[in-house]
């Protein structure tokens, strides 16, 4: 279904401690469409806010960065298939038999219960990682390099796309073409703070650069009127935007 502009392609994190605090953002942002929620707030709260935000008529990115052995991550993709996010995320680096494994849970579970199947990304490298550290934890020190393997990693298991900084983007997109999703956190407008994040971009420059998601946090969350914070980003982005329908590739 189509959006009206790109207010679809911004994912709001909602990284924050509470329910009563997560459910305010979400009602504060009427434009707001996706909304993260992550570790943090995913163990404070567990899968009922996942349902309470579902029942707000928003859809839920649900980021736990999942990275075990085969069977447990299948029946952790199956219990959050069952709840009905819309997107996930699992670590790429934890191998193509459990990305392929989460491929076929996730099917499996929502024909089960006839819910559409969660978009599955497999994470690349973190946002706060540069080379230097990289080479501390035995990868090599080539953040580049190791976004564009575990990517090809991630597609030939069966994943509908990756979580990769925006500096890696023009690279994908070289190699992958459109029709590999890509969500790029580490997005900061010109007037908000880099806080912990390293490498990190402009939201019209990720737009333009070929970003079909944009997890943005702080710059809206922590802002004196998130709604009016929320809406200046998706006006600049509209003013990039690249896709005159304004349609989700997804």
């Not at 790029?184 to 994040?197: C, K, L, N, S, V």
Request: charged share 20%.
């Amino acid at each position: 279904m189509g959006q009206t502009g790109n207010a679809h392609r911004i994912i709001v994190a909602l990284d924050v401690g509470t329910r009563s605090q997560a459910l305010s953002l979400v009602e504060s942002l009427p434009e707001g469409q996706i909304f993260k929620v992550g570790l943090q707030l995913f163990t404070a709260e567990g899968p009922t806010l996942i349902q309470e935000i579902a029942q707000r008529e928003k859809r839920v990115f649900l980021d736990l960065k999942l990275h075990d052995i085969p069977n447990t991550i299948a029946g952790a993709v199956s219990m959050a298939a069952g709840h009905g996010v819309a997107m996930m995320t699992l670590h790429a680096s934890g191998g193509s038999e459990m990305m392929r494994r989460a491929v076929e849970v996730a099917a499996d579970k929502a024909d089960a219960v006839g819910r559409d199947r969660p978009l599955l990304l497999g994470v690349t490298v973190l946002t706060s990682l540069k080379d230097a550290e990289l080479g501390e934890i035995g990868m090599p020190a080539d953040a580049a390099g190791q976004v564009l393997k575990l990517a090809h990693l991630a597609q030939s298991a069966g994943m509908d796309g990756i979580v990769c900084s925006p500096l890696e983007l023009g690279m994908v997109r070289a190699e992958f073409g459109r029709e590999f999703l890509v969500v790029t956190p580490g997005i900061r407008p010109a007037w908000a703070a880099a806080q912990d994040q390293k490498r990190i971009m402009t939201p019209e420059k990720a737009l333009a650069g070929g970003a079909d998601y944009l997890v943005i946090g702080r710059p809206i969350t922590a802002a004196p009127s998130p709604g009016e914070a929320f809406a200046r980003i998706r006006k600049t982005l509209d003013g990039a935007d690249t896709d005159p329908d304004g349609e989700d590739s997804a």
